[in-house]
């Protein structure tokens, strides 16, 4: 292939949230990455209904297990096939996380890789965050190093995504480089949502705007294992999804839906904002992305809990908030590819900087 003629990349991310897949195709020319095209393709209720089912049970049967992973696969195959016409040269699977074990160095994506390769006739790269694991690394999370790659030049700076998990990742003004999951960002208040309102999110934050924050209770909640835990860390559901939730409503019994709401806010504004206080040191510029940026109740918070911070838009960087976990993993698996670097470990805790992924080649 020339030189300098365009390497076209699918970036795929379905995360914790589990409304669906993300995709942005990638172009990369002369050493540079450009999103072309995002979509989010929404889960089929059976496929949602069964991803649901395998993040919330602890045991289940292997049948359920291997046929999911299948058809988890096959929806990502047929949502790329309809997602473009252009040419891909490689697709990067972030794959769905369905458990995340840190502390027992185990974590599990579901995606097969070598069939979504045989699906697609392309090159994949997937399973980016066993090696990581393997040196002694939490798996998670990774996208630092694609911050660091885009935005070390605007240091100091945070780059915040609230995701279902928030994580942050912090480039002092010498460059160097802190990262970790600082707890729930819409993971709660999702659950909540679903439970109490029937309805998949709080949109905009409307309903946490009603409410009133109960502070005892915020201090209560805020006292849980994991925000007390040193850097670096990650964390998912096993902290914060239906235990963490249960604990929750049973401490919240006697308030009303928008009150429980507005304290699930708060305290994924509160962790995140106590979290950037005590591990940022010099307030710069913080950018946020992921679907919790458009929570403007959870926003707010942030902005009134953070007024050092110069809040600016991604979009002022040439990347839409919803597409940057989806760019970062074209990103990711674009360097596997080409065997350079994609790995920060201080990110992660690992003992060494590895190159993450394995790749399946497509075949002639
Ligand atoms: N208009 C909106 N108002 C409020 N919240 C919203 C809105 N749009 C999206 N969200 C929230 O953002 C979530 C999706 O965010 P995102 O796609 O960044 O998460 P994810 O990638 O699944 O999670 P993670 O980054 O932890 O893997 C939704 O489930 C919802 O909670
Ligand atoms: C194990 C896992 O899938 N972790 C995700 C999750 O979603 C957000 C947060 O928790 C982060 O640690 C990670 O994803 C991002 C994309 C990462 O690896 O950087």
């Not at 002369?30 to 089912?53: A, M, N, P």
């Not at 769905?96 to 185990?106: E, F, G, K, N, W």
């Not at 100091?156 to 912090?170: E, K, Q, S």
């Not at 206080?277 to 010099?282: T, Y």
Request: aromatic share 8%; with cysteine; hydrophobic share 40%.
């Amino acid at each position: 292939m020339a030189q300098n003629a365009p390497f076209y990349i699918v970036g795929t991310m379905s995360g914790t949230s589990l409304d669906g897949l993300d995709l942005a195709l990638v172009r990369y020319q002369q050493q540079r990455y450009e999103i072309i095209d995002f979509s989010t393709v929404e889960f089929s209720e059976s496929l949602h209904g069964d991803l649901c089912k395998v993040v919330s049970e602890t045991q289940m049967a292997i049948d359920f297990f291997m046929k999911l992973n299948t058809a988890y696969t096959r929806f990502v195959a047929k949502s790329i096939d309809e997602f473009t016409s252009q040419h891909i040269d490689l697709i990067s699977f972030s794959g769905q996380t369905i458990r995340h074990l840190p502390q027992h160095c185990a974590t599990l994506q579901l995606g097969c890789g070598g069939i979504l390769s045989s699906l697609t006739k392309t090159s994949v790269v997937c399973d980016f965050r066993s090696q990581d694991m393997g040196a002694g690394g939490q798996g998670a999370p990774l996208v630092p190093f694609v911050d660091s790659l885009l935005f070390a030049d605007v240091a100091p700076v945070a780059l915040l995504n609230i995701g279902g998990i928030a994580n942050i990742t912090y480039i002092s003004a010498d460059q160097q480089l802190i990262a970790f999951d600082t707890g729930p960002g819409n993971m709660v208040i999702n659950a909540l949502v679903q439970k109490l309102c029937n309805r998949k999110y709080d949109a905009n934050g409307e309903l946490a705007a009603q409410g009133k924050i109960d502070t005892t209770i915020l201090q209560r909640l805020l006292t849980h294992r994991y925000f007390g835990l040193p850097i670096p860390k990650s964390t998912g559901r096993a902290d914060f999804g239906a235990n963490f939730v249960d604990y929750f409503l049973e401490n919240t019994s006697h308030m009303s839906v928008e009150d429980r709401i507005a304290l699930a806010t708060e305290l994924s504004a509160a962790s995140i904002s106590e979290a950037i206080n005590e591990h940022c040191p010099k307030p710069g510029k913080i950018i946020v992305s992921g679907g919790g940026k458009h929570n403007e109740t959870l926003m707010n918070s942030l902005y009134n809990r953070l007024p050092l911070w110069q809040f600016t838009p991604i979009n002022d960087y040439g990347i839409t908030e919803d597409a940057k976990e989806a760019l970062a993993f074209a990103i990711l698996g674009h360097r596997a590819y080409i065997g350079r670097n994609n790995h920060i470990p201080q990110a992660t805790g690992a003992d060494r900087e590895l190159i993450l992924g394995a790749i399946y080649h497509a075949g002639k």
